[in-house]
């Protein structure tokens, strides 16, 4: 079960304590055509929230729900172009922010903050048939972000059960894909990939990890799993159809991954303790494996 700071805890206290629904704003401001937007304060526990809902173009449609034991909450939705469609959610907890911002066309943007106590989340997209979501849960402390510009392209970051984790998912171009994955306590995890359908996958499971990922070219692949605690892995690729693969567990491993060129692949394994992995690899079709 989870288990919240002795601070954390007197906050969700407080607030689920406090009086019925009272001072909460929300400012709404269309302009165009068939356009819809929706803001809900209704909860009978919910104060001091502020929602702001701003669209401009066709179709549009923005959803924002401040629900449960919600205090001093935000959420700010802005959508310009057609066909956009935002959705954001904070169910609990104290200073949760969400911020959405769309341009273009059929972008997909959704925000999800549960219980949590300062956590923030934004998306950014701009072009079109982009898709970010933040989905935040039971954690203190979050961050979230994506931001996308270009079409195509998909960022999602999911942080669970988490205290001080981070996020962000950064991509620009077309068709680049990348999801992170975190559980346990003080992770951080940051993203970018630059050109047309590269793809980055990130899972963090224990206490203290971290992930790096820069991708710059087209068609690169990049996978990292880590388990354990004091975890670091750092993994950059330039060019095309590039490969890299680390898989981390137990204590104190550290991992770098660089490649530069066509089809390179790598894969490094670490399974015990204080290891340390270096591999750089520039050309085309060279294949590296490190396992200790």
Request: glycine letters at 10%; charged letters at 15%.
């Amino acid at each position: 079960m989870k288990k919240f700071s002795p601070v954390a805890a007197t906050l969700m206290f407080a607030v689920s304590a406090a009086a019925l629904a009272d001072n909460n704003t929300a400012v709404q401001l269309q302009g165009g055509f068939a356009n819809h937007a929706n803001a809900d304060q209704a909860s009978l526990f919910a104060r001091y929230n502020y929602i702001e809902q701003v669209q401009f173009g066709f179709a549009n449609k923005a959803d924002a729900v401040q629900d449960g034991t919600e205090f001093f909450s935000s959420i700010k939705q802005y959508q310009h172009g057609a066909l956009n469609k935002a959705y954001s959610l904070q169910d609990g907890g104290l200073f949760n922010h969400a911020y959405i911002h769309q341009s273009g066309a059929k972008n997909r943007a959704n925000t999800y903050q549960l219980w949590s106590v300062g956590n923030i989340a934004k998306v950014d997209q701009s072009g079109y048939f982009n898709k970010g979501e933040v989905y935040q849960s039971f954690a203190e402390f979050n961050y979230g972000a994506v931001s996308q510009h270009g079409k195509g392209n998909k960022g999602q970051v999911n942080q669970y059960f988490t205290e001080w984790s981070v996020g962000v998912v950064d991509q620009y171009g077309h068709e680049n894909k990348a999801t992170t994955d975190q559980y346990g306590e003080g992770l951080v995890s940051y993203t970018k990939q630059f050109g047309i359908a590269n793809k980055a996958n990130v899972a963090q499971y224990g206490y203290y990890n971290d992930s790096l990922i820069i991708q710059g070219g087209i068609y690169n692949r990049a996978n990292v799993e880590q388990f354990g605690e004091d975890l670091s892995q750092f993994t950059l690729q330039i060019g095309l159809g590039n490969k890299a693969n680390t898989l981390q567990e137990w204590y104190g491993n550290r991992s770098y991954t660089g490649q530069f060129g066509i089809l390179n692949h790598h894969y490094t394994t670490q399974l015990g303790v204080y290891d340390n992995a270096y591999a750089t690899q520039v050309g085309v079709y060279n294949i590296g494996v490190i396992n200790q």
